[in-house]
């Protein structure tokens, strides 16, 4: 077998090979073809051609000689020939005729115009054949005085030079032809002349003083320029017959009737023909009017009037002439440049001011003279540079950008600086746009800038650039971008005021940091089955990245892989301790934002385990300084809170914190060693042992590492025994050493209710019988029992530190957290098998003698009390608002470092020692009854306490108000409150002591004025309501038990039943738990289930069992607030009662109908059109819930016409909306869609709750709705005896149209006089007698309205100027 050749192979081995191959006589796998060229000819001169050319040609086995034509090609024409179409019978001489292209046939169609007037220029003489070529040695001096300024190259400039210098050579020769003519007073314009002038027609002119705008050019006529010098001696004739005076006051009427932009014109017109060599003492002066008055003026009135003109428009070019100033610089010379330039320099011979303008030194900040917003622009810092502000350059913040002058760089210039190619820009860039971000949220710009920078920042994408940046190779600019993330995510006054509330009252228990939910409504999704929409999972997928950022900065910086960054950050890069704690931090904030967020930290590959095996080590090196160069392997405070705030996420992101990640082992590590024993700095170790001991204490409210409690017990107890020493202490202790103590007794506060629980689940745990149970904690109520004599000594050690200056904050501090505990301990201890109510009862009257009785009375408490009015945001809107500036997209607490001292969460809150002070005295009066009146005094502002005591019934009045208020108050996550306050307070007969006070009576006294006997008085209807009032507790409480499981949480966590708490993370915050219009819920429900479909049809199913007794339930209470707790609605605005009422008649077609509903709907109905209701009732707006007042009305009148039987109480609601203050698009629907329910709207006139004035004035304006007035009255759809009411408006208003004297358009005096003509030639008396004679309206009347006996005079005049008839008497 032959050998194939290899690449190694020399010459000779190849030339071997092939006589070897030659030798073997094989066959060689390619043949030599020879293929004719068929671009030479036919084949057989391609045969020819091979045959002298013999050319290898190398063909393949199995492959075609010519390749298969796919489809037939068509043959190729050409694209001019087929755009001639030939026929067979076509006359060569016609087909030539038609395409000649003689000269003959352009000619023919040419029109020669009129060249007569116009000027002809003859080219300069010149004495060389030839036009001189420019070369660049030319010296620029040359023309340097006539070149245009501007930036132009050198060779443009050469161009202009040469181009003014000809000018000047015919300026010369038109002077010469100027001296020849001046001795004739007349110019004689003729061809010939213009030629030798080579002057156009408007220069002739202003030689001889012409006009300055007229041109003549446009009369087209051949003497154009002379007509215009007499239209100009004309003007100039009668400028000289007139007056001065006269002069002056045409001035004034033209420049009141000319716009600034034409006497710019006319000024810029006379600017171009300043004259030069032409003597002011001609015959005619060329005085510009328009610019200053004549010289003889005296008028300061005048001058005046001017200025006063002009003002607004000097104002406006005020901006433009500094800009002018900049240009107007002259160009740099020589002796300017920094560096001179050298002759042996290539290219530099010659100077380009313009390209060397950069050079210079900066001219002075200009003053700005108006008040028009400049470009805010910032230092390195972020400090906010005024425009007018002159720093030095050597601070480096002038550039070349397009303010050159100004200092400091705006937003955009920072954004371009940031995508560099330098490192230290991209460093620098990102570094002011972190400061920018930090004093932004600090609220620093808010009183110099206009709209907010952290908006725009977040609109330009500055999260985009900050990811961007986070990838970047680059240390610094990774560093930089880290720092800025966390001034735009973090904000340092709510963590503080977070933590510092984590030991009060439910202080775990924070809302996630989520914006606004925004549904967006998906077109996509119209119309579909509920199966077929898309989830709200998927619909977050498609988003885009930036369509989640625009909403949720946090969600789209977890979007574009954010935590991964940040892992390889703090894994691989090891940056610096700051970059370290920004990172820390920015976890931090992403998960209190959700426990979704949450869940992805902890999800996120490797990021936790780097985290706690690098800053929370079990075993670590002494720091060598104050500040070490590195964090890893030291541990950092910020790294256990960002295990606790994950921890409070969820009871199961806890559980894998403490047993996947090593939990356990941290917070014994932490724990056991005291603070200065951790080898740390002394504030960062008190921070760690307080963050583990906060950690601990949220896995404890779980019901999780109890075991590690009764492990440490003795360590525990010795840190409760060391705090006690530090109250006792006469020495002042540090705010940081606190914080420990604290934590400690959350902690212990923590495992007592879990242990408070042992006993209930190991009965549940019994009773299940295998269904799902919690597990009972391993620890048990006997564990905690040894903490409470301890408690109670330092409770008392606290007291009494009260009395001495040094300790009294540290006291005031502390005290809240042992209350606390107290109230855990003695709840848990009422619901154990071991319980000894005598033993019990003695300890808390021993108790209130000497801590609780003490503490009240104290004036450190009294004082604390009087604070409540001044930091409370219901008492002081303006606490509530942000110091900073506050983003839709990025929420936040609102917290200013500024106020922190003194708001609701800073360390000196006046809340904190009331609200646990409160909790405890209502555990023990529960439990000891008889202590209720040493508490009296205290317990009058305290809401949970149904008062017996006569002093604190004074005040039931008070608590009602209180509770009602509290019910619309509180937040989601509060729900077990608000079943408390509903369930106790709020429906107590006791706390209205108005029902047996007379009130009643008063009320059926004051309906006594009301003539209408069909509704019984309010008086009865109240006493009925107070009599039903558990009746009423149980309908609104039934119609919220799609809240039970709410209420059962908050429950869970407000009795400390820690087993069963799922999360510390409390429910969004969208707004209350409950809607401000509460009351009418029962109402609304109803409705939601059987009222109007979405096409306006009415349901014909019956109303559910129960449903009249419920809307009653409902009405009753709405009448006992509308009457005595009128407060209590007053955040619902009357159109929304309004609104909620309706649903009385479109729930169903016979509920209004039922008479306790009628009765109650009437009395509702008279409190909703009193003169202030009415006056604050607003149709205009759209009411809560719905998207205009109109919608609702137009599915009332389709009930009505439906359903209502002619019902008053229905009408009443229908023409309620018919008043003249209102909308007409309402009125038109009545008399235009719905006219037929006329007949059927016979609501009485002394039945109308409502004046009848505020239905007939004023006048109506509305034609079209005056027509359909005139057309019911006439066709008989609206008669007095169906509709009377809408009978007495439409006679009101035509009436007030057709007799009108205002002046008005000529289509609305059209319609007024036909209207008129129409009335006066009535075939029904009684109708037309009404229309003409109507004097007022008067609702007592039978009529509804006075007439006149005979028609007055002016009317009569009225009518006889449009009928044209003698009206006499009223009689035709």
């Not at 006594?1008 to 039903?1028: E, F, I, W, Y």
């Not at 707790?1125 to 009385?1144: D, F, G, I, N, S």
């Not at 006056?1175 to 016409?1201: I, K, M, R, T, V």
Request: contains cysteine; glycine residues 6%.
């Amino acid at each position: 077998m032959l050998r194939r050749p290899k690449p190694t192979d020399s010459e000779a081995d190849l030339l071997r090979e092939q006589q070897e191959l030659l030798a073997a006589g094989g066959q060689s796998t390619v043949a030599v073809a020879k293929r004719p060229d068929k671009r030479r000819g036919d084949a057989a001169a391609a045969d020819a051609q091979d045959q002298r050319n013999q050319r290898d040609v190398v063909t393949i086995e199995d492959l075609p000689d010519e390749l298969p034509t796919l489809t037939p090609a068509p043959p190729k024409k050409s694209r001019f020939k087929q755009e001639r179409v030939r026929f067979e019978d076509e006359d060569p001489g016609e087909r030539l005729d038609r395409h000649d292209t003689h000269i003959s046939a352009v000619l023919s169609r040419i029109i020669e115009r009129d060249t007569s007037s116009v000027p002809v220029s003859l080219p300069c003489i010149t004495g060389t054949a030839f036009p001189k070529v420019l070369h660049r040695s030319v010296m620029e001096s040359e023309g340097q005085e006539r070149a245009p300024k501007g930036r132009k190259s050198i060779f443009a400039r050469q161009i202009a030079a040469q181009r003014a210098k000809n000018e000047d050579v015919q300026s010369l020769n038109c002077s010469e032809t100027r001296d020849q003519s001046s001795a004739s007073r007349h110019v004689s314009f003729s061809p010939l002349e213009n030629m030798e002038t080579e002057r156009p027609e408007s220069n002739v002119m202003d030689r001889v003083g012409g006009p300055v705008l007229l041109t003549g050019q446009g009369l087209g006529i051949a003497n154009s320029a002379m007509e215009t010098m007499k239209i100009h001696e004309e003007n100039q004739t009668k400028l000289q017959a007139m007056s001065q005076s006269e002069i002056l006051e045409e001035q004034r009427k033209l420049l009141a009737q000319l716009g600034p932009r034409l006497v710019d014109f006319v000024r810029s017109r006379k600017a171009q023909r300043t004259p030069g060599s032409e003597s002011a003492s001609g015959p005619v002066q060329r005085e510009d009017f328009l610019n200053e008055p004549l010289p003889n003026s005296t008028s300061p009135q005048l001058d005046h009037t001017i200025k006063a003109q002009e003002s607004q428009r000097d104002t406006m070019e005020d901006d433009e002439e500094d800009e002018n100033q900049l240009v107007a610089q002259p160009p740099i010379t020589e002796e300017e440049l920094p560096i001179k330039p050298q002759k042996e320099w290539l290219h530099m011979d010659k100077v380009e001011p313009e390209k060397l303008e950069w050079t210079r030194d900066l001219p002075a900040p200009r003053e700005q003279s108006t008040k028009k917003a400049m470009q805010a622009r910032f230092d390195f810092a972020g400090t906010l540079i005024p425009p007018t502000k002159d720093l030095p350059t050597h601070l480096g913040l002038h550039h070349h950008g397009e303010e050159p002058e100004l200092a400091g760089y705006s937003l955009q210039e920072l954004f371009l600086l940031s995508r560099s190619q330098l490192n230290q820009q991209r460093n620098l860039a990102v570094s002011t746009l972190a400061n920018v971000l930090a004093k932004a949220r600090a609220g620093e710009y808010i009183s110099s800038l206009k709209g907010s920078v952290l908006s725009s920042l977040l609109d330009a994408g500055v999260l985009f650039l900050l990811r961007f940046s986070l990838d970047d190779s680059v240390e610094g600019v990774m560093s930089a971008a880290v720092h800025a993330l966390r001034a735009l995510l973090v904000s340092s006054d709510d963590e503080e005021c977070l933590d510092n509330a984590f030991s009060w009252l439910l202080g775990m228990a924070t809302f996630p940091l989520l914006p606004t939910a925004q549904e967006d409504e998906d077109e996509d999704d119209e119309g579909l089955d509920e199966t077929m929409k898309e989830t709200t999972k998927e619909k977050e997928e498609k988003k885009t990245d930036h369509d989640v950022a625009r909403q949720d900065v946090v969600k789209g910086f977890l979007k574009m892989q954010g935590l991964t960054r940040l892992r390889y950050i703090l894994e691989v890069v090891r940056p610096s301790p700051r970059v370290v704690l920004d990172i820390l931090e920015v976890l931090i904030r992403i998960a209190r934002h959700s426990t979704a967020a949450a869940t992805q930290i902890l999800d996120c590959p490797r990021l936790m385990n780097t985290v706690i095996a690098e800053f929370l080590p079990c075993s670590w090196a002494p720091a060598t300084s104050q500040a070490p160069s590195s964090l890893y392997r030291l541990p950092v405070a910020l790294a256990m809170k960002l295990l606790r705030v994950l921890a409070s996420a969820g009871r199961h992101a806890c559980a894998r914190i403490l047993n996947s990640l090593g939990g356990k082992e941290v917070l014994s590590r932490f724990v056991v060693v005291e603070p200065s024993e951790m080898l740390l700095e002394a504030g960062e170790a008190l921070r760690c042992s307080t963050e583990a001991l906060r950690l601990f204490a949220v896995a404890a409210s779980y019901g999780q590492a109890c075991n590690l409690y009764t492990d440490l017990y003795p360590v525990l107890v010795k840190r409760l025994q060391a705090g006690n020493w530090r109250c006792a202490s006469s020495e002042a202790v540090l705010l940081l050493e606190l914080d420990p103590i604290r934590a400690l007794l959350v902690l212990l506060t923590q495992v007592t209710q879990t242990a408070g629980c042992h006993e209930e689940l190991q009965r549940d745990l019994v009773s299940a019988q295998g269904a799902e149970c919690p597990p009972p904690p391993p620890v048990v109520w006997s564990h905690v029992m040894g903490l409470q004599p301890t408690v109670i000594s330092s409770l008392k050690g606290c007291v009494r530190a009260l009395d001495g200056p040094a300790q009294m904050s540290s006291a005031l501090i502390l005290l809240p957290s042992y209350l606390l505990y107290m109230e855990a301990y003695y709840s848990q201890l009422c619901v154990q098998s071991s319980f000894q109510p005598v033993q019990c009862l003695q300890e808390l009257e021993s108790l209130t003698s000497y801590v609780l009785l003490p503490l009240i009375s104290h004036q450190a408490m009294q004082n604390i009390t009087s604070c409540f009015r001044s930091s409370s945001m219901i008492c002081n809107p303006g606490l509530s608002v942000a110091g900073g500036e506050v983003v839709a997209s990025l929420p936040g607490l609102g917290c200013s470092r500024m106020k922190t001292s003194s708001t609701i969460a800073g360390l000196n809150s006046p809340l904190s020692l009331p609200t646990a002070l409160l909790y405890l005295l209502n555990t023990i009066t529960s439990i000891h009854k008889g202590l209720i009146k040493k508490f009296s005094p205290l317990i009058i502002c305290y809401l949970y306490f149904v008062p017996v005591d006569p002093e604190v019934a004074k005040h039931a009045t008070l608590f009602h108000q209180v509770s009602l208020a509290l019910v619309s108050w509180l937040l989601p996550g509060s729900e077990y409150q608000a079943h408390e306050l509903m369930s106790v307070m709020t429906f107590s007969h006791s706390l209205l002591p108005e029902g047996v006070c007379g009130e009643p009576e008063m009320a059926a006294l004051a309906e006594l004025q009301l003539k209408d006997r069909t509704s019984p008085a309010v008086g009865a209807l109240l006493r009925d309501a107070l009599h039903h009032l558990p009746s009423i507790r149980g309908c609104y409480l039934t119609h919220l038990a799609h809240m039970e499981s709410s209420v059962l949480s908050s429950r869970d966590r407000y009795l400390g039943r820690t087993p069963f708490v799922s999360s510390h993370l409390l429910p969004e915050l969208t707004g209350p738990s409950l809607p401000s219009d509460w009351p009418f819920l029962p109402l609304i429900s109803l409705y939601e289930r059987m009222g109007l479909s979405a096409g306006g049809g009415h349901q014909v199913e019956s109303l559910p069992a129960g449903s009249v007794q419920s809307v009653t339930n409902c009405l009753q209470w709405l009448l006992v607030l509308e009457s005595w707790r009128e407060q209590a609605l007053t955040a619902v605005p009357p159109v929304a009662k309004l609104a909620r009422l309706a649903c009385v008649f479109l729930c169903s077609s016979d509920l209004f109908l039922e008479r306790p509903v009628q009765e109650l709907t009437w009395a509702l109905f008279r409190r909703l059109t009193r003169p202030a209701q009415l006056e604050a009732l607003d149709l205009g707006s759209p009411p809560p819930g719905l998207a205009s007042f109109h919608d609702l009305y137009s599915a009332l009148l389709a009930q009505y016409e439906a359903v209502s039987f002619g019902d008053p109480l229905f009408g009443c609601f229908m023409l309620l909306p018919l008043q003249r203050c209102y909308s007409v698009t309402m009125r038109l629907a009545v008399f235009g869609e719905h006219v037929g329910m006329l007949r059927s709207l016979g609501v009485p006139l002394q039945q109308l709750p409502i004046p009848l004035e505020k239905f007939t004035s004023p006048m109506e304006d509305s034609l079209p709705l005056l027509r359909l007035y005139f057309r019911a009255l006439v066709t008989g759809a609206l008669k007095r005896s169906w509709c009377p009411v809408l009978y007495v408006v439409a006679v009101a208003h035509l009436n007030a149209f057709i007799f009108s004297q205002d002046a008005v358009a000529e289509e609305v005096e059209a319609a007024c006089r036909s209207l008129l003509r129409k009335t006066y030639y009535l075939t029904d008396e009684v109708l037309k007698n009404h229309l003409l004679l109507f004097q007022l309206p008067q609702q007592n009347s039978e009529l509804g309205f006075s007439t006149y006996e005979q028609l007055p005079p002016i009317r009569a005049r009225r009518l006889e100027s449009i009928v044209g008839t003698e009206v006499k008497g009223g009689e035709r």
